[in-house]
């Protein structure tokens, strides 16, 4: 009978810990928007990083500049960052440009151009990290093209890609634009009713997809630079959240998160002008958001923060958009 009841207070000590984990609300701050708690500056020169997990490990892509201080190629490249140890993978795609990583099936997906404002998305696959294959996705002449996102929504890949040419397809510089793929060969692009958005600027970074809403991470031109999201079932109609902006220029930004740093760069941040939050990025690893986003005066000056979000994708992306 001890043993019985032994057993019954397990199992009841058992359901009250999968439900109170279950019932755990997402954090949120003062004013009801999901908190991300930003940790401060891992880098410079930095902008546009995808963090992913790849193998159950968490990396950073990098799209590594010319002009970056550690650069000493003279030419960009992309490079992998392993998030625990700062390990770099070796360098690829050399001379490419407004990178951006997506993971699939152990799959290393990567996205980029050949020149900013050009007219021809490349895609990169790799399994391991080191060898890569690579082919056009699409040529779109006339475009001028620049970030990438890609992203798995059902059935098909969606890639978001942000045109600033020509005025009939882009409107005001700079716009979403969408195309499909069942493969990642072969590429419908989608119609320009099919944008966000053509009449301001509103640079698109970041692009998921949950539970059936497309949900676009961009930068719009308001007080500064501030990192805003909208959502829409069918890349057309969109909604934006009601508690915008998710990330905007904060004295934190300045906040030293690295030992890694010459005592040069940790100056130029001292110093550095501060009215932009832009090309955030994120990925989920053991129920936690791990962030990265660029800030400085959006002309040149540019630095890679971090940040976190202790809730999951699906409770971030959901909490931009309280039920009414």
Request: glycine share 6%; with cysteine.
């Amino acid at each position: 009978m001890k043993k019985l009841k032994s057993i019954r207070l397990i199992l009841f000590a058992a359901s009250a810990i999968f439900f109170g984990c279950s019932m755990k609300k997402p954090p949120t701050d003062n004013a009801g928007r999901p908190l991300i708690v930003k940790i401060g500056t891992i880098d410079c020169d930095l902008v546009e990083t995808t963090p992913v997990v790849f193998k159950d490990k968490v990396y950073r892509f990098e799209y590594v500049r010319a002009g970056y201080w550690n650069n000493h190629t003279g030419d960009s490249y992309f490079r992998f960052i392993d998030h625990q140890t700062g390990k770099p993978t070796a360098s690829f795609a050399k001379g490419f440009h407004f990178g951006s990583a997506f993971v699939f099936d152990n799959t290393a997906i990567v996205t980029a151009v050949e020149k900013g404002d050009g007219e021809r998305v490349f895609i990169f696959v790799s399994h391991d990290l080191e060898n890569w294959e690579q082919w056009v996705a699409f040529d779109l002449p006339g475009f001028g093209i620049f970030n990438t996102s890609l992203i798995k929504a059902d059935t098909n890949f969606v890639l978001m890609f942000e045109v600033g040419k020509p005025l009939l397809e882009a409107g005001e510089r700079f716009t979403a634009r969408f195309a499909t793929s069942p493969d990642l060969k072969k590429w419908e692009i989608l119609s320009r009713d099919h944008n966000y958005a053509m009449d301001r600027y509103t640079a698109p970074h970041c692009l998921r997809f949950c539970d059936g809403y497309f949900y676009d991470f961009y930068l719009e031109a308001y007080q500064g630079y501030q990192a805003r999201v909208v959502r829409s079932k069918d890349l057309i109609h969109w909604e934006p959240s009601p508690l915008n902006p998710v990330l905007k220029a904060s004295a934190i930004d300045r906040q030293l998160a690295t030992r890694n740093l010459p005592d040069s760069l940790k100056q130029k941040i001292i110093l550095a002008e501060n009215c932009n939050n832009s090309d955030i990025d994120f990925c989920e690893y053991r129920g936690e958001l791990i962030i990265n986003y660029s800030w400085g005066n959006q002309r040149g000056k540019e630095f890679l923060g971090e940040a976190v979000y202790k809730g999951t994708q699906e409770q971030f992306l959901k909490g931009w958009f309280p039920p009414k």
